[in-house]
């Protein structure tokens, strides 16, 4: 993986080889865990928006990329799909999202780390369900069970069958009543999640010959001494990038990110993390890489 320096990349559009021009959307999510689209629809969908290269990266699985490239090969779409994830960690009591992208998804150690991520899902689910039913809500497990089918099982399942048997008005107030995590407990339903740490994803995302980023670093309501030392921790386990474009990220936070990124020389990505259509924030829609940035695809050459 060869590093270009900044200097490399003096546009507005980058002029990486096979990316010129093109526009890229490298966080998304299908049915496989928590996005409400199957990967068919999210690929026709990324179609209509016009988008060049898409990574699907869902929660701790990677199993929407086969359906997704066999439909792109099937109805001879042009789009370039990148093989990602999304995998949750664990640093110093917060839950850190670490995303890998162009990743060989038949790697051994990142099978191995999946599998591992599974069973610690399925565990929490398990724990949640139990909870909820102390609060006075015994179908909520198996219900969210259902909807999560074969897919990875997330908290977003749980929030969505709470409000569909009525317990909730928002999924929002899911988190905030029940399973969300503020402060230093959590909520009445929150079960402390068992899993695997910066430094395992980074490694099984680098034995997949993928980039590891940091995924959505504004989104974790840290102070900015903890997330600086979150980057340097980060940095010091050879990740190689921040996600420093998002669809809601003002220019201050867009800026602040950039800075991170040169100053701990970090690769930048942009994605959306669409998980269903909504009015706030679409495929592909604000993506620009700033200029100065050093692109993740840059390292994919
Ligand atoms: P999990 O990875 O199982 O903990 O599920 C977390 C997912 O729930 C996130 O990826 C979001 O898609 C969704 N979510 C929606 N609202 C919230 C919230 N307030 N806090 C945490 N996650 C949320
Ligand atoms: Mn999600
Ligand atoms: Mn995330
Ligand atoms: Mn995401």
Redesign the pocket.
Known sequence: MALLSTTDFPHQIVETEGFAHKRIDLHSHTNCS?GTLTPQTLIDRAVNFQIDVLAITD?DTVAGLDIAQKYIEEQNISLKLINGIEI?TAWQGF?IHIVGLNIDTNNDALKTLIEKQQQA?EQRALSMGEKLAKCGFPDVYADAKEMAGEGSI???HF?KVLHQQGHVNT??QA?DKYI?KKGSKGQRAYVK?NWCSIEEAVQAIHHAGGSAVMAHPIRYDLTAKWLRRLIVHFSEVAGDGLEVVLPQMNPEQRRKMLAYCQEYNLHASMGSDF?YPNKWSDLGRNLTMPVGAKPVWAQWQ
């Open positions: 928590d929660h949750s839950e899902r997330t908290r977003a929030a999924m929002q988190f969300g999640p998980h």
